[in-house]
């Protein structure tokens, strides 16, 4: 199966059409390759920005945020962190826990969650 590029046009402001040509000739590339490579690179930084708000909103996980941006997990989160985002508050991770003590029957995790929530009361 061959993947057909679709064609979109654009049209650019004398200014634009001047720096667009610059560019290129500094890069090396043509005028289309230039465009088509800042086009995705615009693509896959606005999809990161989503990926990060979304987190942060607690719209979707940080597994969820790393696969719609297209990076590995630890990327993420390192993309997180360097954004500032809470990565996973106390409260989440206790969830967790006790989520997990829950879903395997382990008493004895629900016993550390527990005591790490009196410790911080």
Not at 29 to 37: G, I, Q, Y
Not at 59 to 72: F, T
Not at 90 to 115: I, K, T, Y
Request: with cysteine; net charge negative; hydrophobic share 45%.
């Amino acid at each position: 199966m061959t993947l057909q590029g679709i064609s979109r046009r654009i049209r650019l402001s004398p200014e634009e059409s001047v720096l667009l040509g610059l560019m290129s000739r500094e890069d090396h590339l043509s005028e289309t390759v230039l465009l088509h490579k800042l086009v995705s690179e615009s693509l896959a930084r606005r999809r990161l920005d989503w990926a990060c708000a979304a987190y942060g909103r607690g719209e979707i996980d940080v597994r969820g945020a790393a696969r719609y941006s297209g990076l590995s997990l630890y990327e993420m989160l390192d993309e997180l962190k360097r954004r500032g985002i809470e990565i996973a508050s106390s409260e989440q991770f206790l969830d967790g826990l006790n989520d997990l003590a829950d879903l395997f029957d382990l008493p004895e995790l629900r016993a550390a969650a527990a005591a790490v929530t009196a410790e911080r009361a």
